[in-house]
Structure formats: structure tokens, C-alpha cells
């Protein structure tokens, strides 16, 4: 299944590094807590908790599956996932 619009935008700026909520809705908007969700139950992204300097600051980031990887590549020749060249068989969406 290919991925568009914003939920593709997010999958591109976090595969660059660990992004937090907050950053990721300074850059595209309020509109990113649906598409979050979307691509995290399809087990494209998956969220970490990262400890600052002091023991009081816990931030959440997202990062970039295997899976969601795959997505980022201009031309995916196979999806180790499920086994498929260009992916089409809808995996993880059951």
C-alpha cells in the first residue's frame, strides 16, 4: 500500500531523526495526531522514551520502523516484512 499526503510527509522527516509530537506539529501542523496513529498501527513508526538531562524531563519520540523504512526508499525492490516485491498485500492492516 503506498503511503501519501501528510502521513508520507511525517514517515519522510522521521526517518531523518527521532522527532517529538510537539516538533512534528510545529512543522506541519496540528493535523499530525490521526496520521501518527495511522502509521503507527501499521507498524510504521513506533514511540520511544528518551530521558534529558535531568531525571524529571521524559520525552516521547517517534521513530521509524524496518517497515517504514521500506517506505521511505524511492523504489522498494522487496519488503522483507511479507515477503512481496512493491508491496500490495496490505500486511499489517488485519
Known amino acids: 500500500m503506498k503511503i501519501k499526503g501528510l502521513p508520507k510527509q511525517l514517515l519522510d522527516a522521521i526517518a531523518d531523526k527521532p522527532m517529538t509530537r510537539t516538533d512534528l506539529d510545529r512543522m506541519f501542523g496540528n493535523s499530525t495526531k490521526l496520521a501518527l496513529r495511522t502509521l503507527s498501527a501499521r507498524h510504521l513508526i513506533e514511540t520511544l522514551e528518551f530521558r534529558g538531562g535531568s531525571e524529571d524531563s521524559v520525552k516521547t519520540m517517534f521513530v521509524i520502523t524496518s517497515l517504514g523504512r ?24 488485519y
Open 70 to 93: 521500506e517506505h521511505t526508499r524511492p523504489n522498494p525492490e522487496f519488503y522483507s516484512s511479507c515477503g512481496c516485491t512493491t508491496c500490495d498485500c496490505g500486511y499489517g492492516n
